[in-house]
């Protein structure tokens, strides 16, 4: 190869990294948790996907790659007045959650989106998300914790 071609050739190369680095949006790539830690069944969506089931005391991994949305829903365990497993659950708690997933921040987003410098707007807030726990132990991860009893066969 000729000495000018090859210097042709890396030229084009280096042009194509460079444009392809300034074309491309900024965004992250984080892999977070949605975990159950109750007696209650969790049905969870992200961004109006398919739903996924999370069984009691167990998680599922989730990427949080752009800004994005999740739908949860607690349902009661599906069980008849007699405490015999039956089809279906009522519905215990519910809550749709918006996420960042920016450069190097993923979290879910709470409270009055007001600018904290060090984690981005909305990380902290006053918005009550019981008994959903968000962004603990890591920024991104959404916990559903202990329910007070909403299932009792009264209710």
Avoid at 30 to 41: F, L
Avoid at 42 to 54: K, T, Y
Avoid at 83 to 102: F, M, N, S, T
Wanted: with cysteine; net charge positive.
């Amino acid at each position: 190869m000729t000495r000018t071609r090859s210097r042709t050739l890396r030229l084009l190369t280096a042009s194509a990294v460079l444009a392809a680095g300034w074309g491309s949006t900024a965004s992250a790539d984080c892999r977070r948790r949605v975990s159950n830690r109750s007696a209650y069944v969790l049905v969870a969506s992200q961004d109006g996907g398919p739903a996924f089931v999370i069984r009691p005391g167990r998680s599922v991994p989730v990427r949080l790659s752009r800004p994005g949305r999740f739908d949860l829903t607690a349902y009661c365990p599906p069980v008849d007045r007699f405490g015999r497993p039956v089809a279906g659950g009522r519905e215990a708690a519910q809550i749709h959650l918006d996420y960042e997933a920016v450069l190097d921040r993923c979290y879910v987003k709470i409270g009055d989106g007001l600018f904290e410098p060090e984690l981005g707007p909305g990380f902290f807030g006053t918005r009550d998300t019981a008994p959903f726990t968000v962004n603990n132990p890591n920024p991104g991860d959404i916990v559903l914790g202990p329910l007070k009893a909403r299932c009792s066969p009264g209710d």
